[in-house]
């Protein structure tokens, strides 16, 4: 009888050990069954946005035709991620059930392929739906119906494919609007990519100043919030024949003055200290000042606010690759040096 009670405890401690053992080596991603969100947003690090491309009216329309060898020479100079803005609207029927353009569907295809062929985080936007601004009520649903598309369309890529819902709410689209559309659209996404980093950010342009506005929801923390950035303006934008008034400011300069720095800081800071109270990580989408400011105040602008952005726990992505803020030039395929430099640091 001894020596069975001995047999029962040793054979219960050895399966007791085991449980242990195998406890110890299940992985966190186990019991997650996805990457932290925190950790996706630090793998976008340092980005650049493909603009004017696929959200000009036609790709081409705005003088950007995207090319295979891009996405190699943004990886090769130490990029870690790329925006794709896409005007979606554009190629949808006006209609129910909003039907995408297949061939235009194929071409965003295509550049996901580009950038996972090249090991580039990439995210998927909503860009340029000014009628969505102008009249939320009346594009609500068509929204809603673009993102039934685009969502089951990528559900089966890896969590290197991240989504934004909307470029720059503003206009009648206001902040409480915003707070009450974006969460439907989210439901919408989740049907089909529960696990998927998606990206919202708040009202008034995706401005810091309309964060404490945002209302996100407590349940879903697969969530990365945006900020964009062009502050001041009059450097940032200076002649940019969209910008009413801008010819006046031509000539403005950024010296990285103390009072200049301060601003950048005391903006940023505002937005980390939102983030820390809310638990949320932070994703500077848009950056950058115009090809008519002089190059030196944009390389000093430039650097500060990518070294701020880094100071902070914010990944970024610069406006953008090869048009008016470009720092590539398409015309020489070459890096605009001191724009390159400023960014990466090489």
């Known amino acids: 009888m001894k020596t069975a009670r001995i047999l029962r405890s040793a054979f219960a401690l050895t399966v007791l050990l085991a449980s242990l053992c195998a406890a110890a080596e299940k992985p966190a991603a186990a019991v997650t069954s996805a990457p932290d969100i925190f950790a996706i947003n630090k793998r976008l690090g340092r980005g650049i946005n493909l603009g004017n491309a696929l959200d000009a009216p036609t790709e081409g329309a705005w003088g950007v035709t995207l090319k295979a060898d891009y996405f190699k020479a943004i990886k090769a100079a130490g990029f870690d991620s790329v925006r794709l803005p896409i005007k979606w609207s554009a190629h949808a029927q006006t209609n129910a059930p909003f039907t995408i353009d297949a061939k235009f569907a194929e071409r965003v295809?295509?550049?996901?392929?580009?950038?996972?062929?090249?090991?580039?985080?990439?995210?998927?936007?909503?860009?340029?739906?000014?009628?969505m601004d102008a009249s939320p009520d009346g594009h609500e649903t068509r929204l809603h119906g673009l993102w039934s598309q685009i969502a089951p369309r990528y559900k089966d890529r890896p969590s290197s494919v991240i989504f934004e819902l909307l470029n720059e709410p503003h206009d009648k689209l206001t902040e409480a609007k915003w707070n009450s559309i974006f969460p439907k659209l989210l439901a919408t996404v989740r049907k089909t990519n529960p696990t998927r980093a998606v990206i919202v950010g708040p009202g008034k342009w995706n401005s810091i100043g309309a964060l404490p506005k945002l209302e996100l929801p407590a349940n879903d923390r697969r969530l990365i919030v945006t900020i964009h950035y062009y502050s001041p303006f009059e450097f940032t934008h200076q002649n940019a024949p969209w910008a009413k008034g801008s010819a006046k400011w031509k000539g403005r300069t950024w010296t990285a003055s103390d009072a200049e720095r301060a601003a950048v800081s005391k903006s940023f800071e505002e937005a980390a200290a939102w983030a820390k109270t809310n638990n949320r990580p932070v994703f500077l989408g848009e950056f950058g000042a115009y090809q008519e400011a002089d190059m030196e105040s944009r390389v000093r602008w430039t650097r500060f606010v990518t070294r701020?952005?880094?100071?902070?726990?914010?990944?970024?992505?610069?406006?953008?690759?090869?048009?008016?803020?470009?720092?590539?030039?398409?015309?020489?395929?070459?890096?605009?040096?001191?724009?390159?430099?400023?960014?990466?640091?090489r």
Do not use: M
């Open 109 to 131: 295809d295509w550049a996901i392929d580009q950038a996972l062929a090249n090991q580039l985080s990439i995210i998927v936007n909503v860009h340029h739906y000014g009628e």
């Open 308 to 345: 701020e952005a880094e100071r902070l726990g914010f990944s970024w992505s610069y406006w953008e690759f090869c048009s008016g803020f470009g720092a590539y030039d398409p015309k020489t395929d070459t890096w605009r040096a001191p724009l390159k430099a400023a960014l990466i640091g």
